[in-house]
């Protein structure tokens, strides 16, 4: 796997590397040593996937509280996905911070969200689906949100959003900490 770490501090987009042969392409998206070689938090406790049927659909921006807050390691494995990173960690270099990579299923790149960041995404084509590891069983309770269009980030989001969820689109201003 190749590493590329974002602008946000501890955040990655990863490749695989592909093995080509006669038979097609084989490629590791997993491996605890690599992650662990890289500082990254290499327990997984829970694996999800959503589906989204049409473009423009928005999910996001989520997070849980402490002790619950969790990394995250996320890939396309059908259409597209704008994914972005944000980081809500008061005292990291990168507080308020957010970066983004295009995530397609073609390219079967990745993002790692390190925890105390917030996630979210954009799909860019209809019918898109997307596959989550994360280090934290999702806990209901621990469950929070930032709006995905609040100014104290201004995330730049590279389409329209047609769908989202009423409680994505109604959290509140962000107030400084989580």
Known sequence: MIFHETRIAGAFEIEPELKHDERGFFARTWCSEEFEAHGLNPHLEQCSVSFS????????????????????????TQGAIYDVVLDLRPESPTFRGWAAAELTAEKRNMLYIPQGCAHGFLTLRDESEVFYQMSEVHRPEAARGVRWNDSAFTIHWPAEVSVIAERDRTYPDFSGSI
């Not at 049927?53 to 396309?76: D, I, S």
């Open 53 to 76: 049927t049409r473009k423009g659909t928005l999910r996001g921006m989520h997070y849980q509280t402490a002790p619950f807050q969790e990394t995250k390691l996320v890939r396309c």
